[in-house]
């Protein structure tokens, strides 16, 4: 059950970085007003697209990761 566990850390600091990476995108494109710059139109949409799947994918790994540390730490008391 010991893999269980080091599956899950795995699946959750990917979900870490994967949050962290998108929101970095999203900062390093931010004026000092506070307005996110783009060069056009479709890297605007290309961009919110990706970040959110990103996003998403992060929630999903972090949940993921959480349940596999639980069902392993759960095993590993049996």
């Given amino acids: 059950m010991g893999m269980v566990l080091v599956v899950g850390l795995v699946f959750v600091a990917v ?12 900062f390093e ?12 139109y479709g890297s605007a949409v290309k961009s919110t697209a990706v970040e959110g799947l ?5 929630v999903l790994a972090i ?4 349940f ?11």
């Avoid at 979900?15 to 999203?26: E, H, L, S």
């Avoid at 990103?54 to 992060?58: C, L, S, V, Y």
């Avoid at 596999?68 to 049996?78: E, P, R």
């Fill in 54 to 58: 990103a996003k998403t994918a992060a």
């Fill in 63 to 66: 949940l993921f990761g959480a």
């Fill in 68 to 78: 596999l540390m639980l069902v392993g730490a759960i095993g590993m008391g049996k």
């Fill in 29 to 40: 494109r931010t004026n000092a007003a506070g307005v996110q710059e783009f060069k056009s």
């Fill in 15 to 26: 979900g870490i970085w994967a949050a962290v990476w998108a929101g970095r995108r999203a």
